[in-house]
Structures are given as structure tokens and as C-alpha cells.
């Protein structure tokens, strides 16, 4: 009897691992003063019963022709829940309603579970080089677009030359090479953005900028009609050919 109660509470514990393993948990990010909305995974039945919970506490409730729609506790006032589709709102988001939200659906708890994660605005972005010593000597330099987004979620970053088109990059840092291409440019900007705000950094002056002298453009003189023509290259050379000659 007591190997069979063994197995029986092994085979218990083994279940509830399973179940717990089976759990899927999602992220869902919100900002303080905003809306959370959850969606629940699609049920092909039609839904006769619902029951959101927040960390295992109940949250809302309705049983088709026996609960009304019920909510409890702190959710009160600002939730809105929808009945035929199970989606789940909550205004006026704080900081405390940070947690686990799960729900059942026609008395079957859904494998999906939510985790509702604050994020803060993102910085103000600044560009920094790398080496510190980066200059036109050398072959090639890193920046950096730096700024603290520990509590800003999941981010994105962003660099533009000059005043081109923005140009998304997965990672904060940007090599540039000393070539000609990188020596016409003579600002970088970054951008960092998250799901609720973006904001860009000052243009910082490229170390490695070099102003290349620019091609002097053809002139033009009046010919005998009164007509402007551009001198020739060839015709500037004769002339002073002619100059010398005659000066010798």
C-alpha cells in the first residue's frame, strides 16, 4: 500500500511539472497612466464563460445566464471586459498592477499566462567615440549611441549622417572606417526607440571629417552676340600662352 500511495503522489508531482512546463509566458508592456490590453488564445466554441485573474486573485467574471459580468478589487472602474472575444482592458495603468494575468476560458485555463512588465520613456541619447583618441590618422573609430534603457523594455536603434534618412540598427554601436565615403560626412545622429516613445540625440561633429576641396565651376564671357559661353579649359590654356609670347 505505501509503494502504491509512493507512486500515486510521484505520479502527482510529475503531472503538475508537466503543467507547468506547458505554461507559456508572454510579455505584455505598459506605461504608468496607460492601457494594457490581453488577448486570450482563440477558443472555436462559442465563449459561455470567462474568469481573468491577476497573481491567482480574481479579476473579472461572467458566466453566460448565471454571473453577470463581475469585476473585483483594485480593477474595479477601469476594466472593460468582451464577452464574445475574452479580450481583456485595463486604464490607467500603475506601476503595482505589474504581475502574472491568466484566464479561463469555458472552464479551460489557457496555457498562455501574461506578464505585465512597467517600461519608462528612453533617454536622451548621446553619441560618444571610441578610442578617445580617434582622429584623422586613424583607420577607423566605433561610436556609441549611449543611454541607460534598463526600464525602457525592448529598444531600437537608429543613425543617420548628416541630414540623410534614419537607418535602424539592432545594436547601440556604429564602426566607421577612415575611407572617402566616411570623410564627406560631417555629423552623426542616433535615435533610440521603444514602444511608447523615441527621442534622438544632439549631432556630434565627425573626428574623422575631412572638407575636400571643391571643383571650380566653369565661368562664362559674352561672345560677339551678346550671348554667354563657358570657357573652355583649352581656351583659358591659349590665352596665357598667348600672354607669354607676347611678354617675351
Not at 512588465?117 to 566605433?142: D, F, G, H, Y
Not at 537607418?167 to 545622429?189: A, K, L, P
Request: charge should be negative; proline fraction near 5%; hydrophobic fraction near 40%.
Amino acid at each position: 500500500m505505501e509503494t502504491s500511495a509512493g507512486f500515486w503522489f510521484l505520479a502527482v508531482l510529475l503531472l503538475a511539472a508537466t503543467s507547468f512546463s506547458q505554461a507559456q509566458t508572454v510579455q505584455r508592456y505598459f506605461k504608468v497612466g496607460g492601457t494594457l490590453q490581453l488577448s486570450p488564445q482563440p477558443v472555436s466554441a462559442e465563449i459561455t464563460s470567462i474568469v481573468w485573474k491577476y497573481d491567482k486573485n480574481l479579476l473579472a467574471e461572467w458566466v453566460k445566464d448565471a454571473i453577470p459580468l463581475t469585476y473585483y478589487s483594485k480593477f474595479k472602474g477601469r476594466t472593460n471586459l468582451n464577452t464574445d472575444t475574452g479580450v481583456l482592458e485595463i486604464r490607467n495603468m500603475t506601476a503595482e498592477d505589474s504581475g502574472v494575468y491568466s484566464v479561463e476560458i469555458n472552464n479551460q485555463v489557457q496555457s498562455q499566462v501574461y506578464q505585465a512588465v512597467e517600461i519608462e520613456a528612453v533617454p536622451q541619447p548621446e553619441v560618444n567615440v571610441t578610442p578617445l583618441v580617434c582622429n584623422s590618422t586613424s583607420e577607423s573609430c566605433k561610436l556609441v549611441c549611449e543611454g541607460d534603457v534598463s526600464k525602457a523594455g525592448p529598444v531600437e536603434y537608429f543613425w543617420k549622417k548628416d541630414d540623410g534618412e534614419w537607418e535602424q540598427s539592432g545594436i547601440n554601436t556604429m564602426d566607421i572606417s577612415n575611407d572617402e565615403e566616411t570623410q564627406r560626412v560631417e555629423t552623426f545622429s542616433c535615435r533610440i526607440k521603444n514602444l511608447f516613445s523615441d527621442k534622438e540625440s544632439k549631432p556630434l561633429h565627425s573626428p574623422l571629417f575631412f572638407l575636400f576641396p571643391s571643383v571650380p565651376s566653369l565661368t562664362t564671357v559674352s561672345n560677339d552676340k551678346g550671348r554667354e559661353a563657358p570657357v573652355t579649359l583649352g581656351a583659358v590654356i591659349s590665352s596665357l600662352m598667348v600672354v607669354v609670347v607676347f611678354g617675351l
